[in-house]
């Protein structure tokens, strides 16, 4: 005996999926960016005024009491690890007409380009206190792995990809990366 | 458990998978765009960690869980906001929806307790057998089994005229 819930549930199923609209791949990608753009953006402020307490605090000590000489190590400046305020546009301007521009967050970030078949020049640009790895997947098969050495300055490099029937270019920037900030534009050639 | 597999591609498994996903937490929650909302949500808390969720077996089981997860805790923020808002308007007017078997269906599956919806949704719409269900809701064979056994009954007494004509 067939269950008679069945039919119901398939009679939905077939109704409403012609009424869902899905928001996208690049609004999912837009969302995360978003979000890790923010994240970056507190964890520098709250660097930024932890270092200022840091100083506020030294100052007071000098003020009040004798305190043997101690050395500030570069990380805990909060600009030696993070990089200059700036770096966005720095990498952005790198690469002229760029799609994507972000700051590096502790995860991996994975940027999707749609394209067609045919050949494509890779811009990446990069400004940060650290070298940038990342993977190039051409429809989901890797196809080559490089890194940017990203300087306060800025570095750019650029990549031939070719891709053999149409579908997706993928940059899977690795976490390595964390609180560079990197530009790319995919330019048909 | 990361597999050997070339990495699962992100749009693929978005563009195969979505709308599948908003299916099954429209029938949970009743509200279609809460559960759009919810499976976008739990795409996004996938992409960001894509590069590990893409090696795992099945990363569409990671989704769904994270999804489902999502569902559950606004289910019960609604339905406590829900019952608030019950309490303060008591004489508010219930204004009857298009009448068709599908909104019934919906209807009737809110009368279910969580449990038993959950159980119902992934059978009926994620095709999940009993085992698996009962490995996602961490809970043994017989307590699924019961729990379906429970929602087809109710829903079977709500939807008798519906079921017949279909």
């Known amino acids: ?189 | 458990m990361p597999a050997a597999d070339p990495p699962a591609d992100f749009d693929a498994v978005y563009a195969a998978q979505y709308a599948d996903l908003t299916v099954q937490l429209y029938a949970y929650f009743g509200d279609r765009q809460e559960a759009q909302d919810v499976v976008q949500e739990a795409f996004c808390r996938a992409l960001r960690r894509w590069s590990k969720v893409s090696r795992y077996d099945d990363p569409v089981a990671w989704v769904r869980r994270v999804a489902w997860n999502l569902a559950v805790s606004r289910w019960r923020r609604s339905r406590t906001a829900l019952s608030f808002l019950r309490r303060q308007r008591p004489q508010e007017p219930q204004v009857a929806g298009p009448d068709t078997v599908r909104i019934e269906l919906v209807e009737a599956l809110a009368t279910l307790p969580a449990a038993q919806r959950r159980a119902v949704v992934l059978h009926y719409l994620g095709d999940l057998s009993v085992n698996e269900i009962a490995e996602r809701e961490n809970v043994a064979v017989g307590t699924v089994k019961s729990w379906l056994h429970r929602g087809r009954t109710a829903l079977a007494s709500q939807l008798q005229p519906e079921a017949r004509r279909v």
């Open chain 1, 1 to 189: 005996m067939s269950d008679p819930l069945t039919p119901l549930f398939n009679d939905l199923r077939a109704k409403t999926l012609p009424q869902v609209q899905a928001p996208g791949t690049e609004a999912a990608r837009r969302t995360v960016h978003r979000r890790a753009t923010v994240r970056a953006s507190v964890v520098a402020a709250v660097v930024i005024v932890g270092g200022g307490a840091f100083i506020v605090d030294q100052r007071n000590d000098y003020q009040n009491t004798i305190v043997p000489a101690s050395s500030v190590s570069p990380s805990a400046s909060g600009v030696a690890w993070t990089g200059r305020a700036d770096k966005v546009e720095v990498a952005a301007a790198l690469v002229p007409g760029a799609s994507h521009a972000d700051v590096m967050d502790a995860f991996d970030q994975d940027v999707g380009i749609e394209a067609t078949e045919g050949r494509y020049r890779l811009r990446v640009g990069c400004s940060g206190p650290t070298a940038l790895p990342f993977t190039i997947l051409l429809n989901g098969a890797v196809d080559q792995q490089s890194s940017v050495d990203c300087t306060d300055p800025g570095e750019a490099r650029e990549y031939e990809l070719t891709m053999p029937r149409a579908g997706s270019v993928r940059i899977l920037f690795s976490s390595v990366g964390q609180f560079d900030a990197y530009a790319l534009k995919l330019t048909k050639i």
